[in-house]
């Protein structure tokens, strides 16, 4: 599966983006879907999961409560809404597909396709 990832840019401490990407190739209804990311000089981790139906979703601690993932599973894309965003959010931002296992992962190496990046700078 081909995933192509935009939505990023530059925004101000408190302001809201929304990432997309989407998926070519294979039938995207299969595949759990996730957001990670990369900030400069740290790992890749996780960020937003979810489930191939779309009714469960995962977040990492740092990011609850401000950001959501959703799917149309119609237009093959995966959405991250992402509010009140700060510095420490400033990464390039990965969409991710996972074909097999049960549901959504928080590994990086559970997923098989990875999109390009969208890079996100959160400055004032």
């Known amino acids: 599966v081909q995933l192509q990832a935009s939505g990023g840019g530059l925004v101000q401490p408190g302001d809201s983006l929304r990432l997309s990407c989407t998926a070519s190739?294979?039938?995207?209804?299969?595949?759990?879907m996730a957001w990670f990311r990369q900030g400069p000089g740290k790992e890749r981790e996780f960020v937003a999961g979810i489930s191939r139906s779309g009714y469960t979703t995962d977040y990492a601690d740092s990011v609850k409560g401000r950001f959501t993932i959703s799917r149309d599973n119609a237009k093959n894309t995966v959405y991250l809404q992402m509010n009140s965003l700060k510095p420490d959010d400033t990464a390039d931002y990965f969409c991710a597909a996972r074909s097999g296992g049960v549901g959504v992962s928080q590994s990086v190496a559970r997923y098989d396709n990875w999109g390009q990046g969208t890079q996100v700078t959160v400055s004032s």
């Open positions: 190739g294979r039938t995207f209804s299969s595949d759990v």
